[in-house]
């Protein structure tokens, strides 16, 4: 069945450092991707997103393409500040109609000053 | 545009109890999707309901249920409750007739926990 596969956190790094969180996938056909991100005692926020092979979503600093030929769909950023700790989740919307999103079991991500 | 609203922000039942959660999603949208967000399971699909129908259901009992109303707010219930039932429960909400890539935007949550 369909799946997402996230790396497993937590992620430490310093201040300004490069962060990459790596999404793989399964599915059938060309599923939506997503990325959102959930603060403390928060729900999630929509971080990005991307609808077909080759796109490039990006926000507040954030960048992921989606990659069909390797399943993939890593997030990054160049320079990450302590206000970018928090839960990061992958997640896929499949091609058929369900509604539902298959979420990837979240990577920690804590910057320290 | 206000978001995603739930409430209560926490509930407090005792096994057995029956549990509502409320939802209302963004103007204009017409679908209403409720998760479950367990410790150690995930966020995991419950429920999609859209205009007042329930269109698709995840690999839940029974026990839980729901409804949307006319104006597209939603109610979850929890019957019986068991304490692995013990979670945040999130709801979100989408515009499909506007696109169907549209995503879900997503509630704070209300923290359910079962003594």
């Known amino acids: 069945g369909d799946s997402v596969t996230q790396m497993e956190g937590p992620v430490t790094l310093s201040e300004e450092a490069f962060l990459t969180i790596n999404c793989t996938y399964t599915a059938t056909g060309y599923p939506s991707l997503f990325w959102y991100v959930q603060y403390p005692g928060e729900g999630l926020q929509l971080l990005l997103k991307a609808t077909k092979a080759d796109d490039k979503g990006s926000n507040k600093g954030f960048e992921a393409t989606y990659r069909k030929e390797t399943t993939s769909f890593h997030l990054e950023k160049g320079s990450v500040q302590v206000s970018d700790s928090a839960v990061y989740f992958c997640?896929?919307?499949?091609?058929?109609?369900?509604?539902?999103?298959?979420f990837g079991q979240g990577t920690t991500l804590q910057v320290k000053p | 545009e206000a978001g995603v609203t739930q409430s209560p922000t926490h509930l407090i039942k005792t096994r057995g109890q029956q549990a509502t959660l409320r939802c209302s999603p963004i103007s204009g949208h017409t679908s209403v999707y409720w998760y479950q967000q367990a410790l150690g399971l995930g966020l995991q699909f419950l429920l999609w309901y859209d205009e007042g129908e329930e269109r698709n259901r995840g690999n839940f009992p029974p026990r839980f249920s729901g409804r949307q109303f006319p104006n597209y707010s939603s109610e979850l219930n929890v019957n019986a409750l068991e304490l692995e039932d013990s979670a945040l429960y999130l709801c979100a909400s989408s515009d499909p007739k506007r696109d169907s890539n549209q995503p879900q935007h997503f509630g704070d949550g209300t923290r359910l926990s079962i003594l």
């Open positions: 997640a896929l919307r499949v091609v058929s109609n369900t509604g539902k999103l298959i």
